[in-house]
């Protein structure tokens, strides 16, 4: 069978134009204690996209579906724009389970790859029948299907739509992914099913991250040549020199045409989380929607500093903050539940 580089399929960049967005309504209090507040964040989310993206919307049960529109409606969610999916699901981190969508432009076609979800290095075995979603989101779609036979989360990948993409080397090369396969193997892998021509390996993510150091916590392109890059200018903070690092790997780094990338520093919240507990929080973790872009906030001085940021690198679309305080106990935020679909 051919591979989607040789079929003409390659991954677009998250700023082209979306048919839906993918999303699983959230329900474990293991994950979310305080799951009220998770939820309505979640409805918040699912609220502003609805606007101007279909959702596609999975849930466990009629129980649960008759909740969800409860609490969207009462977010003033666009309902007619929400399409529900009882299917049974353990997390909701949609976008390191789900299929990664490739597109053929020339021919206009839309098709999916299936990589292996291993709930992050086997560390969650509860959570691993979730590396069973896309096919059952398949039934629904009827797409070519790409099997990858390679493990890999959407979170850990960011594209340019070019043939740039960024990743770390704390996971991709962590050997409680793909221990057999030579980092040559996978940047093979990454070429043929999402067109990666070029690969920018920076080091590693952030403190409390259970992923292993994914891409959307801490590097996110904006345009093709311009990416933002989460930044720590506290020299006591663990992530200090992790993301200044990863900042110099990005500043000397080039496009898929030899062209240096312009890098914009994104501030971090900080230290976000309860006492015994440092949660993973990012503003990196936003979800770039059709007219939005949506953006995780934690009731912390630098909300409004990181929206700014934010806010001059999408001169063409509204910012919107979210706090999503409450689904970081989950360790992730907008991009991590969500996967875009994109329109052809």
Not at 204 to 210: K, M, V
């Amino acid at each position: 069978m051919l591979t989607p580089l040789e079929s003409g399929f390659a991954m677009p960049a998250e700023w082209e134009t979306h048919e839906a967005v993918w999303l699983a309504w959230p329900y474990d209090r293991d994950s979310f204690p305080n799951l009220e507040g998770a939820e309505n964040a979640f409805s918040r989310f699912v609220a502003e996209v609805s606007e101007d993206e279909r959702v596609e919307l999975l849930v466990t049960d009629e129980l649960m579906e008759g909740k969800a529109k409860r609490l969207l409606e009462q977010n003033a969610a666009n309902l007619e724009a929400v399409n529900f999916h009882i299917l049974k699901y353990a997390d909701i981190w949609f976008r390191d389970y789900g299929p990664i969508f490739v597109v053929n432009r020339e021919h206009k076609k839309l098709a999916m790859t299936k990589w292996i979800f291993n709930a992050w290095g086997n560390k969650y075995k509860e959570l691993l029948p979730d590396n069973e979603i896309p096919y059952a989101m398949n039934k629904l779609l009827k797409l070519p299907q790409f099997e990858t036979g390679m493990v890999l989360e959407g979170g850990s990948i960011e594209v340019n739509g070019k043939g740039t993409l960024l990743t770390t080397r704390q996971c991709l090369l962590n050997p409680n992914r793909n221990p057999a396969l030579s980092k040559s193997n996978i940047e093979n892998t990454l070429r043929d099913y999402l067109g990666a021509t070029n690969i920018i390996w920076l080091k590693s993510g952030i403190e409390g991250d259970d992923t292993d150091g994914h891409i959307d916590d801490i590097a996110r392109f904006v345009s093709p040549s311009t990416v933002l890059c989460a930044y720590q200018d506290d020299k006591s903070d663990p992530d200090y020199q992790a993301l200044r690092e990863n900042l110099e790997i990005l500043n000397s780094a080039t496009d898929q045409d030899g062209r240096k990338l312009e890098v914009i520093r994104l501030p971090v919240p900080g230290r976000v989380g309860p006492p015994e507990k440092r949660l993973p929080a990012s503003y990196a973790n936003f979800y770039i929607g059709n007219s939005k872009v949506l953006v995780p906030t934690f009731s912390v001085k630098n909300d409004e500093r990181a929206i700014e940021v934010i806010r001059s690198a999408f001169p063409g679309r509204k910012v919107v903050g979210i706090n999503a305080y409450f689904l970081a106990f989950g360790c992730g935020t907008f991009h991590c539940m969500s996967q875009q679909q994109p329109a052809v």
